[in-house]
């Protein structure tokens, strides 16, 4: 760094890197830093559509070191600013060196430090320069900043405001580690939202956090940003991803990183759309509904033969996923008690107190509503949490003529029992 009073921060970090055969390097506290490019991936367009910049770090006699240990070099607070601008610096330089500057349209990610969004607050005028300084627009670059490493949620905003007025996009990496909350996505609107890696190494495990992973995208989706998922490893993580409707992925099942950017290549995304294992899953899930769905419509059928609702549902209520029948009048207000599955005691459930549903209002379920607007055609929910058991399950529907008016006949399924 230079002790030039007259020099401006962009000269001080321009002058720490140097240009060796079409490379840029970086020299921080003897230290040589160069960098690698991770491509990301757009699941619909199945093409590279990014790339995230990484840092790569030397000791003089070539031995590595880890990003972190090389950043955490720096003495204090002004010198991890000076790193986290150096980085930023270089891996422009190398991407614009690799032939991916003007002309090129794919995304540069860069990660931006909290020590920087903490010290200059809302505004950063070094950025703006830099990029003029490069040519590189503005509108390419994508500025992660750590969504649980700021506390201070209108700081947050300010950061993700400052980096769009200078037309930049803004991430926010690592959601869904430690403290994260989906209000902050709300409150500051970022483009994109990364979600921590280890959401999908739970969701290779776990059924739940499957089920959890596509919802969790719906809402980033519904705060207006995209989602992209980050550290897919392998084909079964890379399959979730797919079925979890996320827009844009990255991690070592893809592509690994490189000091040159990888610049074309589906990343085996169009071969894995054709055989993932969420779709196989969902496939055998419909079979076995199948077999609910026929049963469900002979106690239609029963129920049309004047059968009261227990005798009608009689075979279904035999089935060992099913939990529970009843009826719902065109109104939505449920008509007598559920008919449960024989050995069911609502007194012994831990939710007792929801388990009477005489006369409870379901209209707004989309199992009724639904039902009233297909009239004889089965539908079938997506899987909800049961307030009746707190259990996740899904809901068949179907509307009935009875003589004393329109019903809908519903019977929920528990949804662990079906996959």
């Not at 989906?182 to 956090?209: G, N, Q």
């Not at 991690?251 to 196989?280: E, T």
């Not at 939505?332 to 929801?354: C, D, K, T, Y």
């Amino acid at each position: 760094m230079s002790s030039a009073t007259s020099c401006t921060p962009l000269d001080e970090v321009e002058y720490a890197i140097s240009q060796r055969a079409g490379r840029a390097i970086g020299h921080f506290r003897g230290l040589r830093l160069d960098s690698h490019f991770q491509p990301i991936y757009s699941l619909a367009h199945s093409r590279i559509v990014g790339h995230e910049a990484l840092l790569r770090a030397q000791t003089a006699d070539g031995s590595p070191v880890a990003p972190p240990r090389a950043l955490a070099s720096a003495c204090d607070d002004e010198e991890r600013v000076f790193a986290d601008r150096l980085c930023r610096a270089l891996h422009l330089h190398n991407y614009q060196n690799a032939g991916l500057g003007d002309a090129g349209q794919t995304w540069l990610f860069l990660n931006v430090s909290t020590q920087v969004v903490v010290r200059t607050g809302q505004s950063e005028p070094f950025f703006a320069e830099m990029l003029a300084h490069c040519q590189f627009p503005a509108r390419r670059v994508v500025v992660e900043i750590l969504e649980g490493a700021i506390a201070d949620q209108s700081l947050l905003s300010e950061a993700v405001a400052n980096y769009r007025d200078m037309g930049c996009l803004v991430a926010l990496d690592d959601f869904g580690a430690d403290s994260s909350n989906i209000e902050r996505i709300w409150r500051a609107a970022p483009d994109i939202v990364k979600l921590d890696r280890k959401l999908i190494a739970a969701a290779e495990h776990s059924a739940r956090a499957r089920r959890v992973l596509p919802a969790t995208v719906a809402l980033i989706h519904e705060a207006g940003s995209l989602a992209l998922i980050e550290g897919v490893e392998n084909e079964q993580q890379a399959a979730i991803a797919l079925d979890s409707d996320a827009d844009l992925v990255q991690g070592y099942y893809f592509a690994r990183p490189a000091a040159l950017p990888l610049r074309c290549g589906d990343g085996g995304i169009a071969a894995l759309s054709a055989r993932h294992a969420a779709a196989q899953a969902s496939a055998r899930q419909r079979q076995a509904l199948q077999t609910y769905a026929n049963a469900f419509q002979r106690a239609a059928q029963g129920l049309l033969s004047e059968r009261g609702l227990a005798i009608a549902c009689s075979e279904l209520l035999s089935m060992p996923r099913v939990d529970r029948c009843y009826l719902i009048g065109a109104d939505g207000v449920q008509i007598g008690a559920s008919v449960l599955r024989p050995g069911h005691e609502p007194a012994a459930s831990r939710f007792a107190p929801l388990e009477e549903a005489r006369g409870a209002n379901w209209s707004r379920k989309p199992y009724h509503y639904r039902a009233l607007a297909h009239p004889g055609q089965l539908q079938v929910s997506s899987p909800y949490l049961s307030v009746a058991n707190s259990r996740l399950c899904v809901t068949l529907s179907l509307t009935v003529p009875l003589a004393e008016g329109i019903r809908v006949l519903c019977c929920d399924l528990k949804l662990e029992e079906l996959t």
